[in-house]
T-cell receptor, first 112, second 118 residues
Framework: AQTVTQSQPEMSVQEAETVTLSCTYD???????LFWYKQPPSRQMILVIR??????QNATENRFSVNFQKAAKSFSLKISDSQLGDTAMYFC?????????FGQGTILTVHP | GAVVSQHPSWVICKSGTSVKIECRSL??????MFWYRQFPKQSLMLMAT?????????EQGVEKDKFLINHASLTLSTLTVTSAHPEDSSFYIC??????????????FGQGTRLTVV
């Protein structure tokens, strides 16, 4: 079974600053995806970024980037130039065969 | 990306009644659908996995007789909460995958259903 751990229940950052959200996971599988999802108050799950485990290059998506350390089973999310609209709950997730295992979530608040 | 539509977005029902939630894949055939439950400010917990044409696989601790899942076609899965009680009030989210990529199948989420049992 897979486990995903987010050790930061809450984080805050000033607008335009950079923040990093942590995530570690445990699995015995070799092929899988890792995701970061954003869940605003509407509770719609919004895909932020994904990383295929077989790719060594860290994924980037505009202001969002990850630091994927496969050996350490670590998958952190860096948000650059934080914006007020980034305020939300963020979930790290492990995926294999479409089935997702989520971390506990991190509530991120961006302050003006 | 692929579109998954979940209906209704929110529902209020009386204690003891049943409520059905639909999850539809609009532009792809979903061989597998997943149902998650989320309590306020908590994570999403997988309830069950359903494959088209076969019985759903429930996670440990999920009552299969209370949460009936039907995946009768490649575009529709339904979750029926039977004899609902206030403790069943929660946010239910489905996701769907088209299969074919093995471990790297990507799942697409519906918008979720907020169930309130009064």
């Amino acid at each position: 079974a897979q486990t995903v751990t987010q050790s930061q229940p809450e984080m805050s950052v000033q607008e335009a600053e950079t923040v990093t959200l942590s995530c570690t996971y445990d699995t015995s599988e070799s092929n899988y995806y890792l995701f970061w999802y954003k869940q605003p108050p509407s509770r719609q799950m919004i895909l932020v970024i994904r990383q295929e485990a077989y790719k060594q290059q860290n994924a980037t998506e505009n202001r969002f980037s990850v630091n994927f350390q496969k050996a350490a089973k670590s998958f952190s999310l860096k948000i650059s130039d934080s914006q007020l609209g980034d305020t939300a709950m963020y979930f790290c997730a492990f995926a294999s065969y479409g089935k997702l295992t989520f971390g506990q979530g991190t509530i991120l608040t961006v302050h003006p | 990306g692929a579109v998954v539509s979940q209906h209704p977005s929110w529902v209020i029902c009386k204690s003891g009644t049943s409520v059905k939630i639909e999850c539809r894949s609009l532009d792809f055939q979903a061989t597998t659908m997943f149902w998650y439950r989320q309590f306020p400010k908590q994570s999403l917990m997988l309830m069950a996995t359903s494959n088209e044409g076969s019985k759903a696989t429930y996670e440990q601790g999920v009552e299969k007789d209370k949460f009936l899942i039907n995946h009768a076609s490649l575009t529709l899965s339904t979750l029926t909460v039977t004899s609902a009680h206030p403790e069943d009030s929660s946010f239910y989210i489905c996701s769907a995958t088209s299969g074919g990529s093995g471990p790297l199948d990507e799942a697409f989420f519906g918008q979720g259903t907020r169930l309130t049992v009064v």
